[in-house]
């Protein structure tokens, strides 16, 4: 079992910085992977950015590369999601999700087991 808790969420204008933390405790193990999805208001859940925690490979939306930053710190097991030059467009929950197993696939819902709790990002115009 893993426990994932998300932190940093607020609110900014149009053009400001978040960043995201999420603290993964329970058993992970060397396939673990990370990621980072949102959820708008009537809308569907989507893909944001993932890391694989063996080698520090990262994968992107292309909504949001360039902007975002995925990244994690070993010692405290906590991956980061630095969002820079936000969009009123980035609003949404934002959820960190995990899985213990390798897969090729990184940006689906259904490839994780774990989700957090999410965190509101609310960026006005």
């Known amino acids: 079992q893993v426990q994932l808790v998300e932190s940093g969420g607020g609110a900014v204008q149009t053009g400001g910085s978040l960043r995201l933390s999420c603290a993964a405790s329970g058993r992970t193990s060397s396939s673990f992977t990370l990621g980072w999805f949102r959820q708008a208001p009537e809308k569907e859940r989507e893909f944001v950015a993932a890391?694989?925690?063996?080698?520090?490979?990262?994968y992107y939306a292309d909504s949001v590369k360039g902007r975002f930053t995925i990244s994690r710190d070993n010692a405290k097991n906590t991956v980061y999601l630095q969002m820079n030059n936000l969009k009123p467009e980035d609003t949404a929950v934002y959820y960190c999700?995990?899985?213990?197993?390798?897969?090729?696939?990184?940006?689906?819902?259904?490839?994780?087991?774990?989700w957090g709790q999410g965190t509101q990002v609310t960026v006005s115009s």
């Open positions: 890391i694989r925690w063996s080698d520090g490979t990262t």
């Open positions: 999700a995990s899985r213990n197993y390798y897969s090729a696939y990184v940006r689906r819902p259904y490839d994780y087991d774990y």
